[in-house]
């Protein structure tokens, strides 16, 4: 049975929240989802004040491209626990003053294979339209099937892979780079 999510930006009160959950995640999960700024709250906190206003952020979208953060969690509606998060960060502008943006999605053990991280996808794909994204690159793991059937699933396309470029545990792994071409004047279909 599919729990009801509630999808909204991240604010400040989440975020020690969404530390924990993200150091109770296990080994594998904190593998496949790393470097993430989760972990080191204070940051977080900062980065976070700073995207809360929107004229903040506009600001910051256009001085500092790469520090502007759109960070969205999932609660489950009943129980009011944080069962997921994912953000966009913008990583540059384009001459036409739309955005190339990052992102990172995580679903904690409790709610995986419920939709939660298709719901994530659809309201990050929601939030880039909202914010003059272009493009969405990503990188995720070779091994992670399960992420790349979701980014598949919501139109990302496969553009190169690179081995021993991602080190995690004194190991390296293959990544596949991926990205969304958002369609400006048709919008993206899911």
């Known amino acids: ?9 991240l604010q400040i009160k989440d975020i020690f929240t969404i530390s924990r959950m993200y150091l109770s995640l296990s080994e594998e ?3 496949v989802f790393h470097p993430c700024p989760f972990c080191l709250w204070k940051v977080v906190l900062i980065v976070t004040f700073l995207s809360i206003s929107p004229m903040v952020s506009k600001f910051i979208r256009v001085v500092f491209p790469k520090a502007a953060f759109l960070p969205l969690i999932a609660i489950d509606a009943t129980t ?17 003053d739309r955005y190339i943006a990052t992102l990172g999605i995580v679903v904690s053990d409790k709610y995986k294979n419920k939709g939660i ?11 880039a339209y909202e914010n003059s994204v272009d493009k969405i690159v990503l990188t995720v793991l ?9 980014y ?11 081995s021993n470029r991602e080190f995690w545990d004194g190991r390296f792994y293959p990544h596949h780079e991926m990205e969304l071409i958002l369609n400006k004047d048709r919008g993206h279909q899911v």
């Open 1 to 9: 049975m599919r729990k009801t999510m509630l999808i909204r930006p």
């Open 152 to 162: 598949q699933k919501h139109g990302f396309n496969l553009i190169n892979t690179v």
């Open 117 to 127: 991280g298709s719901q994530l996808m659809t309201s990050l794909i929601n939030q």
């Open 29 to 31: 999960d904190r593998r």
């Open 80 to 96: 009011s626990r944080h069962a997921g998060i994912a953000y966009l960060q913008m990583r540059g502008r384009c001459p036409d």
């Open 142 to 150: 070779a091994d992670n099937k399960p992420a790349i059937r979701l």
